[in-house]
């Protein structure tokens, strides 16, 4: 049987592999020429070369390897147009015009460098994630970059106008240029600092898609996955990182949930009324294993590893009763030595409020009502509405889920508000 391949099917097969070669094409450029801009410039010609050719051609057997071949030709030209400004670059340039043209196998050439791709791609994740940029800026670059995300598809999961990521990330390249921000791993104390900035940029992304802070949808799947795949990546490159897998491992467990949180409708559903039946056990085993292999590399547990630890929890449970609340409630009273922060407190308060009562959770809740960094939080009314419904100050209740709703910018989430505002009872939204 011949099976007609159509023009259609090879651009989704371009997208494809677009999405997971990108990130290694772009790092192994920036390697070359120095320039993150520059780097997604030749790649992208790059895409336009396949696009043109492989509809009549059809696509590589070594897709990977044909696009790799393609940007380092427009590399060489790249220095032959600075007119090798340099002597390095002329080395460059002469280096790479020779494995073109002496080597007969492409493939072998390639295979040469492989052991390079993962410095690279590291290279790429620090260069992205510098503290340098805004967080904003941060995320959109990591995203177009290493998450193989078109600026339109960026701007649609963070609801931005796509003018706007547009400039953030032509800004946040030519930043890293004025700068001269060099395409290395650090060493050290600034390896240290910068890597918190990169796992801080994944969570972000991931938690973007996991609770969207906007908009009609309660979630962005697509969002968790490319925080999981950038994660998984970053595991493997840094694999004696413990707050690595521990972040891993807190997505993972996570993300299994995604199928009981969002009901038929499109509405929310939250933790302790979700069919546990839905969670992922394979995400929830490749958790409890990440979770392991952070504990086992470091003395002590740092915040991702802990967080990670508080959602094992969570996976263990058969059943909401079987949720060891106290031991969350510890957990919590760690993060809060490591982290302290008035988010934090609000959610070992949940903790508590589940161990020891509403009543004892509520008090904490109590002493965060003045807290200025909680004034447009809308979890903290709405943690406060929870515990108060629990003790029967229903009308109490309501106000709190009333304020807690005008404050979300998540449709969803909004209605969930207002029918708990309506009803005055709720149950309770474990952290």
């Avoid at 007609?4 to 990108?22: G, L, Q």
């Avoid at 940029?133 to 995320?139: F, G, W």
């Amino acid at each position: 049987m011949i099976v007609e391949v159509t023009a259609t099917d090879t651009h989704r097969a371009i997208d494809a592999v677009w999405r997971i070669e990108s990130p290694k094409l772009i790092a192994a450029l920036a390697r070359m020429v120095g320039d993150i801009g520059i780097a997604e410039d030749l790649a992208q010609d790059a895409l336009v070369a396949a696009l043109q050719q492989w509809p009549g051609s059809g696509v590589p057997r070594n897709p990977g390897a044909w696009l790799m071949a393609a940007a380092k030709h427009r590399a060489v030209d790249f220095w032959r147009r600075r007119k090798l400004l340099d002597r390095k670059h002329d080395e460059l340039g002469y280096t790479l015009e020779v494995k073109e043209h002496t080597i007969p196998h492409l493939e072998a050439a390639l295979d040469e460098q492989a052991a390079d791709v993962g410095d690279d791609l590291l290279r790429l994740i620090f260069t992205a994630c510098h503290p340098v940029l805004s967080t904003e800026a941060r995320v959109a670059l990591t995203l177009r970059l290493l998450g193989g995300l078109t600026t339109e598809e960026i701007a649609r999961a963070f609801l931005v106008p796509e003018p706007t990521i547009a400039q953030r990330i032509v800004r946040a390249k030519r930043t890293l240029a004025d700068k001269h921000v060099p395409f290395e791993v650090p060493r050290g104390d600034e390896r240290t600092e910068r890597l918190s900035s990169v796992l801080g940029v994944i969570y972000l992304i991931f938690n973007e898609g996991y609770t969207a802070t906007a908009g009609s949808d309660w979630m962005r799947p697509a969002l968790c996955e490319d925080a999981l795949r950038l994660g998984r990546v970053l595991s493997a490159l840094v694999p004696e990182e413990p707050e690595v897998h521990g972040l891993v491992a807190l997505m993972e467990i996570q993300a299994s949930r995604s199928r009981a949180r969002v009901g038929p409708a499109g509405e929310p559903i939250v933790l302790l009324e979700q069919n546990r039946a839905l969670w992922d056990q394979l995400l929830i085993r490749r958790g409890l294993a990440g979770l392991a292999r952070a504990e086992s590399l470091a003395a002590e547990r740092g915040s991702y590893t802990i967080q990670a630890a508080i959602a094992a929890c969570h996976g263990r449970a058969r059943t909401p009763g079987d949720t060891d609340w106290q031991r969350i409630a510890a957990l919590y009273e760690d993060l809060l030595r490591i982290t302290p922060s008035p988010v934090v407190q609000l959610n070992r308060a949940v903790a508590v409020a589940m161990a020891s009562g509403p009543e004892a959770g509520l008090q904490i809740v109590d002493t965060l009502r003045d807290e200025p960094s909680l004034q447009g939080y809308h979890l903290l009314p709405s943690v406060r509405g929870d515990l108060l419904a629990r003790i029967g100050r229903n009308d109490e209740a309501r106000v709190e889920f009333e304020r807690a709703a005008g404050l979300t910018r998540n449709a969803r989430e909004r209605e969930l508000l207002l029918e708990r505002a309506r009803t005055s009872v709720s149950p309770p939204a474990a952290p």
